[in-house]
């Protein structure tokens, strides 16, 4: 999983995100941990729009290697420097086998129309809770 650089300002009561990899793509957060959720969702979004247009994904570059470009429009002064991973968007699913005990997958059936969508929203809880 490729991580990119994030610059985070803290103004007001809000941080940005800006993606020196990326130009254009930015984020905002009431705090610290949703800017860093916003950011990895806007950073999702952005490169999914890039390959729906055809374009090319950068590379994730070292902080040296954006840093000696120059850019002018890197703000820097007071920024926190992180990584960010580059994440799916959350509405895209991929298709998967998964082995289950016949027992659990009747009582999976008694309570739901769907094995799919019950399995990825207890993985999506259990993930959830984890992250807690």
Known sequence: MAHYIALLHHEDDAYGVVFPDFPGCVSA??????????????LAFHVAGMQEDGEAIPAPRSLEQIKATGDDWIEWDNALVTLIPLLPPPDISERVNVTLPKRLLVQIDAISRNRSGFLAQAAAEALRQRSS
Do not use: C, K
């Open 29 to 42: 957060g009431d705090n610290f941990e949703d800017a860093l959720r916003m950011g990895a969702e806007a």
